[in-house]
Structures are given as C-alpha cells and as structure tokens.
C-alpha cells in the first residue's frame, strides 16, 4: 500500500521543495522517504503535513522518516521537525541517518520527539516493541513485506546521488526550484538515454564548467564505440547502457555455462563502489546484498581488490565467504560456486567486475571458457571507458547548454 505526495512552501525569495514518498510496509508503521531541502521553512511546511498524517492514521501508529535523500539538512530544520512532531504519537518517530556528518546534526541539536536509526533495518527492528510484524495489503506473507523494505533499500541508495546532483544544478544554474533541476535531469536522461543515476554521478564528479564558457568540454572529440572482441552488439548498441549490459550478462552465462551472472561497475560519486548494473538468475535477496559493494567478503570485491579472477568453489565452506551475510545470500539463492572477473582499464585500474554463478559447488571452468570470459571483461572495460567519456559527457553538454 503506497502513495506519493509532495510537500512545498513558498517564500518570497524561493520555492522550498521536498518530495515525500509514503509506503506502509508493515501494521502500525509507515516509512516516509524524504528528498530535497529540510531548512527551517522546509521542515515547517514538513511538520504540518506529519501532522495531518498522524492524525489521520491515529496515535498509536509508528512513522520512520528516511532522511537518506535530503540534499540540505539543518538543525535549525531539525528542532521545528521535532517541534511539529513531539507530540503527534506516543512513540518517537524513528529517523534513518546514513551519514556521520548529519548524525552529528542530531547530537549537536538533541530532538526528544526523533529517534535516530542508521539503516531502514535498525529502524524495521525496533517495531517488535510498538507493533507486530505483519505486511499489510492483498497479501499476507513476509516475503511481500521483504519485497517492499528491498524496494525502498533501492530507492535511498540512488536518491541521495540525485539530491546532491539536483542541488548542484539548482545552484549553478539559478532554476527556481528542485524540481525544476530534477525536470532537467529526467529531460537530459530521457534524451541522450543515459540512466538518471548515471547522469546524476556524472553531475557529481565533473569538474565545474569554467567561466561562462557555453562548452563544458572544450575541444573534446568524439569517437566510435570500440569493435568489440566477443560481446555481439552492433555499433549503435554501444549507445543503449541497459540493453549492452543485458546482452552482456546473458552471453556471460551462455558461455560459462553458469546458472546466473551479475556486472558490477564503479561509481565515483558513491566512492567509486561497485554497483551492481545488470543481472540474471538471481533473487532479489541477493541482488539486495551485493547491490552496492564497497569491500570484501563479496567476491566481486575480493576480485577488485587482486586485480585478478577469483573462483569460490563452495560458498558453504569457503572460510571468507561461508558466514558472511553475501555468502549466506548466495547460498540461499541456489549459487554454490562462484567465478569473478575483473574489468581493468588501460591503465590497470579496476572499473567493473563480472561474476558467474553455478548452482553445483567445485571448478567447472575450461580454459576456454575462461579466456572467454576474461576477453568479455575487456571488452566491458573498452566499452565503458568510451561510453563515460562520450555518451555521458554529451548529455553533460547537453545539461549545460539547456541552462
């Protein structure tokens, strides 16, 4: 059960404008994930539709707040969201903070009335005391429940890159407001078919256009798509990133002959993590696990940090893997053995991995099996070098020159 309002105020200087997504995951609970700004207007024009939410919903009702998103978060916005919200329930609203710098807001400006959880899971764990876990809608099973924490997992890891990127925009290019910025972003994605995320961590990281000059690049030149040594996809697939990862993926099991397969690529503006981009056979508990991979145990990780493959011959046993959280993923999701395959750069650096999985435990690779999965990483490390330094930075010019 979901709905979507939007909150904004105006004053005479700006519009103040943050989006609140609503989704009821469980009895007695509604998660409310916030983007935008929350300064002292925003958290006024905030607080009075909690209000009229909690109201609505009754006292014993449990709200938790995902800040994760929010681009601006004051503590001048923290106190007048307290303010509004002390005395709304008999329980404080639970409020997920990622980030140690805006954690630190909250010790700084102590609100009685919000309690502070890192992760929706902190926050999920301390129902049990307020109400029993039941997923409420047309189905009554935990795995609908599991299904809509996941989604909403999937929502705050991209929609804290995507604040950052509007407000970088809104600032730069004088727009009246966010969603003026984020019109801009979806227009800009939409026309050069690049993902919104993708756009947004370009946006990022780019260096700031210099001076008022109309270009972003100066002097940039464009090339074709590198002449892929295995994957089959004509030159202009080279241009549609979702449809080339899927055809990679599924050419990575048709030739490993593996059960599933996933692709990771770095993202800078997420600390140049792994983020997974295209997948087969997987569940999406795993997915869930291994969609944004910073370190070890997952073995896309461990085959970054080498620079080299890595085979898991059993999850089961596997002393760096058997007791971890991805390992037990991996296990439930019927994946014994495990083969990953880094992407490395001309100059070495690791931009992606490639894993393959196989529901029967012990190496199964041939050696032609495996020069052809390492001749389909290069190929993936040729390709998204050209793509971000081509397709991705012609939607930035595109970005820039619309402002």
């Not at 998660?31 to 014993?60: F, K, M, P, Q, W």
């Not at 002393?319 to 053995?337: H, I, K, L, Q």
Request: charged share 20%.
């Amino acid at each position: 059960m979901s709905q979507e309002q939007a909150v904004a105020s105006r004053t005479g200087r700006r519009e103040l404008n943050a989006t609140l997504t609503v989704r009821r995951v469980v009895d007695g609970a509604d998660v409310l994930c916030l983007s935008g700004i929350l300064d002292t207007e925003g958290a006024a024009a905030l607080g009075h539709e909690l209000t009229a939410h909690l109201r609505a919903a009754g006292s014993n009702r449990r709200v938790i707040l995902d800040l994760t998103g929010l681009r601006l978060l004051s503590a001048a916005g923290i106190h007048v969201l307290d303010t509004h919200t002390r005395h709304l329930s008999e329980h404080p609203v639970l409020v997920i903070v990622s980030t140690p710098h805006v954690r630190e807001i909250f010790t700084v400006a102590p609100a009685p009335g919000l309690r502070v959880c890192p992760t929706l899971d902190a926050a999920l764990a301390a129902l049990p005391e307020i109400a029993p876990h039941r997923t409420v809608g047309t189905a009554d099973g935990p795995e609908d429940q599991a299904d809509e924490v996941l989604g909403l997992r999937a929502k705050a890891r991209t929609s804290a890159v995507i604040g950052m990127a509007q407000g970088i925009v809104l600032e730069r290019y004088a727009l009246p407001g966010l969603q003026a910025a984020f019109d801009l972003l979806r227009e800009t994605s939409q026309r050069h078919n690049v993902p919104l995320r993708v756009l947004a961590s370009a946006v990022v990281t780019a260096p700031r256009p210099a001076g008022c000059s109309s270009e972003w690049f100066p002097g940039r030149l464009r090339t074709p798509p590198p002449s892929p040594e295995l994957l089959d996809v004509p030159e202009q697939g080279a241009y549609d990133r979702r449809q080339l990862l899927r055809t990679l993926v599924h050419e990575v099991v048709a030739v490993a002959d593996g059960d599933g397969a996933e692709v990771h690529l770095t993202d800078q503006a997420l600390g140049d993590s792994l983020v997974l981009e295209s997948h087969s056979g997987l569940d999406a508990a795993y997915r869930d696990r291994v969609a944004q991979v910073g370190a070890p145990p997952a073995v896309c990780a461990r085959a970054r940090l080498l620079g080299r493959p890595v085979l898991v011959a059993d999850v089961t046993t596997d002393p760096d893997v058997v007791a971890t959280e991805v390992g037990r993923a991996a296990s439930a999701a019927g994946s014994r053995a495990l083969y990953a395959v880094p992407a490395l750069a001309e100059d070495g650096a690791c931009v992606g991995v490639i894993t393959v999985h196989r529901a029967q435990p012990g190496p199964w690779l041939t050696h032609v099996q495996l020069n052809a999965l390492r001749t389909l990483a290069n190929d993936l490390a040729r390709w998204n070098s050209w793509y971000r330094r081509t397709v991705v930075l012609d939607a930035l010019e595109h970005l820039h020159a619309q402002s």
